[in-house]
């Protein structure tokens, strides 16, 4: 059974960083796509960073030249670093992988960013 847990979420001030890691496990054979979405209170969830398997990166507008997504093959990871965070980047961050089968989610990670 495939699983993703994430980690690395907290408080930070405005202007700070913050690395997120979301740890994979279980048998995988295909995947399409695979990233990080982000839901803030009261909206819808969007995504933030995307992979699609042998493509380049997407990033939401709002976040280019801020965050970067990457893979540690390593350790199973995938993770986002975070900097130069905005208030407006609070919201509880969520790794996502898509097979041909199926959409998994991890359980979500608080980010806050305040002062």
């Known amino acids: 059974q495939v699983q993703l847990v994430e980690s690395g979420g907290g408080l930070v001030q405005p202007g700070g960083s913050l690395k997120l890691s979301c740890t994979v496990s279980?048998?995988?054979?295909?995947?399409?796509?695979m990233g990080w979405y982000r839901q803030a209170p009261g909206k819808q969830r969007d995504m933030v960073a995307s992979?699609?398997?042998?493509?380049?990166?997407q990033y939401a507008d709002s976040v280019k030249g801020r965050f970067t997504f990457s893979r540690d093959t390593t350790k199973n990871t995938l993770d986002l670093q975070m900097n130069l965070l905005k208030p407006e980047d609070t919201a509880v961050y969520y790794c996502?992988?898509?097979?041909?089968?199926?959409?998994?989610w991890g359980q979500g990670t608080q980010v806050t960013v305040s002062a």
């Open positions: 996502n992988l898509d097979t041909p089968q199926k959409h998994y």
């Open positions: 279980g048998c995988i054979v295909t995947i399409n796509n």
């Open positions: 992979y699609a398997w042998g493509g380049a990166t």
